[in-house]
């Protein structure tokens, strides 16, 4: 497997850091992530260690504020700033490979950039994954309610007890409380999906654990949706982070599953 790194300008001039894992040969198609909240590129290995033996090309990016990117998450006012560096990040992957689908993964908050990204630029996507993503049911708040000065609860990422004290010794997870920038944005970013994801056409594949409310959001997410071509797998017991649960290979096979079937 091949492991390059490196850095591009994204808004205002930020440095974005990305990665790209390859396996040397000509591949299927492209995947690129766009990963959670407080979290950063390094940690969907997982996805990498799939698909790569399979001959696709995994790219994924640390957004400004995460990771190795420049920035701070309280700068962040609002989701279209994510939406212009993962564009900016399309147009890199683009330029490479003038000639290969490409994949969007978007996970967690990903989830909501991603769809965010999709209603600008769905046209240039062969398709959608979204991951522990979803919608409010009417009436409800858009997001889970929780004590504004606490950092993001990590028992609810996955089962396993070695992912969460991995994520709770990154040095490159943020641990700190919650910037009231960033949920803010969340919540404009949601609410505006909530109107509008009916414009989002392009195949899309949504995919949750049902061991927390991300199943329940996911179904309302693949109601609303416009995508005529739409899948939604929801796994009993699994957690937030259903890459990193125990139980990843079937999801990862389910995946590649729905990826062969839009090469």
Request: some cysteine; overall charge negative; charged content about 25%.
């Amino acid at each position: 497997m091949r492991h390059d790194e490196g850095n591009f300008k994204g808004l205002y001039n930020h440095n974005i850091y990305f990665q790209k894992w390859s396996s040397g040969e000509k591949s299927k198609a492209v995947i690129f992530i766009a990963h959670g909240y407080a979290e950063h590129s390094g940690r969907y290995m997982n996805v990498v260690n799939h698909f790569i033996p399979l001959d696709y090309h995994v790219y994924a990016l640390d957004h400004r504020g995460h990771g190795k990117s420049d920035g701070k998450l309280d700068e962040v006012s609002d989701f279209s700033m994510f939406v212009a560096d993962l564009k900016k990040f399309f147009d890199i992957i683009r330029d490479e490979y003038p000639d290969e689908k490409i994949f969007l993964i978007g996970h967690s908050m990903g989830s909501v950039i991603s769809l965010l990204y999709a209603l600008e630029y769905q046209q240039k996507l062969a398709g959608l994954v979204i991951s522990g993503g979803g919608l409010a049911k009417p009436g409800d708040p858009p997001l889970p309610q929780r004590p504004a000065d606490q950092p993001l609860d990590s028992s609810f990422l996955s089962r396993d007890p070695e992912v969460i004290k991995a994520y709770e010794n990154d040095p490159l997870v943020y641990r700190g409380p919650i910037p009231q920038t960033i949920e803010s944005g969340m919540f404009k970013g949601l609410s505006r999906l909530s109107d509008e994801v009916k414009n989002i056409i392009l195949p899309v594949i949504i995919m949750a654990g049902d061991g927390c409310t991300d199943g329940a959001r996911s179904q309302i997410l693949y109601d609303s949706i416009g995508s005529k071509d739409k899948t939604l797998k929801r796994y009993p017991g699994l957690m937030h982070e259903i890459y990193n649960e125990t139980e990843h290979p079937k999801v990862m096979a389910d995946l590649e599953v729905w990826l062969r079937a839009h090469l």
